[in-house]
């Protein structure tokens, strides 16, 4: 059973740069659509960014884009977020889902919607505050 694992985050100030990491504990990710996701306190889980299967289809929810980049490292089964120019009101638990997909359009059409995704990871804390 695919398992995911987030790591990287940290507390930064504005401004700055994070770059965190979903890694597949026992499979491949080339397989599966893998998304980014946040929750902020008291808030609603949003959708950050996804990724295609064979990583040429990137989508980014309107408030990310332009300052984040997803990437997907096949070799190390592991997804990255690098985030740029982070605000305050980017500070929220992220999390990375998965769902098996053959095609890359799939990240297009749902790569952005929660309740499509099968598999979630646990969360990574991203602070950024001065």
């Known amino acids: 059973q695919l398992q995911l694992v987030e790591s990287g985050g940290d507390l930064v100030q504005p401004g700055e740069s994070l770059r965190i990491s979903c890694a597949a504990t026992?499979?491949?990710?080339?397989?599966?659509?893998i998304g980014w996701f946040r929750q902020a306190p008291g808030k609603e889980r949003e959708a950050v960014a996804c990724i295609g299967v064979g990583g040429a289809a990137r989508n980014y929810s309107p408030s990310v884009k332009d300052r984040f980049a997803i990437s997907r490292d096949c070799a190390k089964k592991t997804v990255y977020l690098q985030m740029n120019s982070l605000r305050p009101e980017d500070s929220a638990v992220y999390y990375c889902a998965a769902h098996s997909a053959v095609s890359e359009d799939q990240a297009w059409y749902f790569g952005l919607s929660l309740s499509w995704y099968e598999t979630w990871g646990q969360g990574t804390q991203v602070t950024v505050s001065s």
């Open positions: 026992e499979f491949t990710l080339a397989n599966y659509v």
